[in-house]
């Protein structure tokens, strides 16, 4: 599976014949595109969070916990990209349309790819500047999500096109909302469970 030319399926290119032809597995999708791109944001913030913080912080933050968050952070995202594209099938209805579970998920993971590959500029540390880089990743993935609705759903009628797309955006803005009070709830556990083991 040769994964930059995943996103000719977003492109005029993908014709019904080619899309049947050559798109690739959920298997496929998952051990070679999600799982890897995945392990970008968590490996990111722990080399981050382990070379660049002062030592005070990570006085507080031990590696090994250091690890669970980004390991925790990792079965979130597999998590909430799977539930996306389930989601995101049910979704097709509102127009009329029934999906693959794969097509979903091709659609899901090609729109989050921009959002794990900014992950790599945490290396700059500037706040603002990541601030930009994310709302560019967010805006490029809006565009992904409305492309991969036209060309791998098939769907030509824009109404439907624009419904169907604010319907996936929305309901991935809670999805990563989730990925976040997760990793802060787990956060919170961690430091608890330390606290009571040291106090014992």
């Not at 601030?131 to 409305?146: K, P, Q």
Request: glycine fraction near 4%; proline fraction near 4%; charged fraction near 15%.
């Amino acid at each position: 599976m040769n994964l930059i030319r995943l996103f000719d399926y977003v492109t005029p290119k993908a014709t019904e014949k080619k899309a049947r032809a050559e798109k690739p597995g959920v298997t496929q999708l998952l051990l070679f595109y999600v799982l890897p791109l995945s392990l970008i944001p968590c490996i990111m913030m722990y080399l981050r969070l382990h070379h660049n913080y002062p030592r005070q912080f990570m006085d507080t933050l031990p590696g090994n916990r250091l690890l669970m968050i980004c390991a925790e952070l990792f079965v979130l995202q597999i998590a909430v990209i799977l539930a996306m594209a389930w989601i995101t099938q049910n979704l097709a209805e509102m127009v009329d349309k029934k999906p693959s579970f794969r097509d979903s998920l091709l659609i899901i993971a090609i729109a989050t790819t921009p959002l794990w590959l900014t992950s790599v500029f945490y290396v700059v540390p500037s706040l603002s500047f990541n601030v930009v880089v994310h709302g560019i990743a967010i805006l490029a993935s809006i565009a992904l999500v409305y492309r991969g609705v036209k060309y791998i759903f098939s769907i030509r009628e824009r109404g439907a096109i624009s419904t169907l797309t604010l319907a996936i955006v929305c309901t991935a803005g809670l999805g990563f909302a989730v990925v976040m009070v997760g990793s802060l709830i787990s956060w919170e556990a961690i430091e608890q469970m330390q606290f009571a083991i040291k106090k014992s």
